[in-house]
């Protein structure tokens, strides 16, 4: 890696806090020395109230030659606003009202947002194409709402959103509201969770089923939404956000009942990591060895 770097290296990085446990500037580096791309990804811990002045250090960098910074952000959108009013936003970013993955260009900053984008991703690596499909998703958080509002861009014609009466679950009414305006051809509705006669009848005629609460992941493993499994028909395309553990309660439950398509979050991560990655780079992120190396 230190051999690697020269005087023309160009950086991208993670800010946000914490930043630590992340496995992106191993999986990152690792990809830019496959492909031979001169680049190096690095972890910066920035509190939320100095990300103004972090953003504005990366732009400056932006216009010396040879350097080329991206940002991976947990900060909402509205933060990246405050400090880039200027910035574009792709349409995902625009929806879900966050974005993850900022380039900066020719001293411009364009904001994207990956999750939803490789959750899509991650389904067609398993032959399913969101397009003309009824989802039902649990869930109204930041997962979720990013595999709502991609799946509506990449063609879902009904989305059924199922949350819990918590503070998510105005998430859920503002997703429908601004689908219904951006994408109207999309028929997106809001149950509570709490209803379970109304989510096994929308499981019924879905085609595919989707986990994107943190039901699932650890302290809550062990435990499903979906207590009924007589729902998970073979047909039935099943698939969680969870990726730890990898294989949760809910698919193993479905694999259990005979769907042919049930799968857990790690291919989601890995596949919006691509996105960033051809986002960065405009390259493809040499996935295979990635996944070998990173996710098995
Ligand atoms: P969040 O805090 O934004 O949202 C949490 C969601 O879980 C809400 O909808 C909330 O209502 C629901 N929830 C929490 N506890 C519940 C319970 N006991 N019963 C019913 N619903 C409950 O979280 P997030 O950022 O959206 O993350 C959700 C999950 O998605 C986490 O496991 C996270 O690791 C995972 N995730 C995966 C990827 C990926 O690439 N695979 C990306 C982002 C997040």
Redesign the pocket.
Known sequence: MERRISGRTGMFCLIGTPVGHSGSPAMYNYSFQKTGLDYAYLAYDIPLEKTEEAVQALEYLSRTEGIIPAIESAHAVAAALKIAPEMKLSDAAKLIGACNTVVVKDGKLYGNNT?GM?FVRNLKENGVDVKGKKMTIM??????TAVQVQSALDGAVKISIF??A?E?YANAERTKAKIKEMLPECDVNVYP?EDTEKLYAEIKDSDILVN????G?KP?DGQS?IEDTSVFRPDLVVAD????PKETKFVQAAKAAGCKVAVG??G??LW?GAAAFKLFTGEDMPTDEVYELFFK
């Open positions: 999750d490789g869930g109204a958080g930041g997962a979720a949350n819990r918590d998510f969770l994107a609460t943190k039901v992941m809550l939404l956000v969870v990726y730890n979050g790690i989601m991560l919006q």
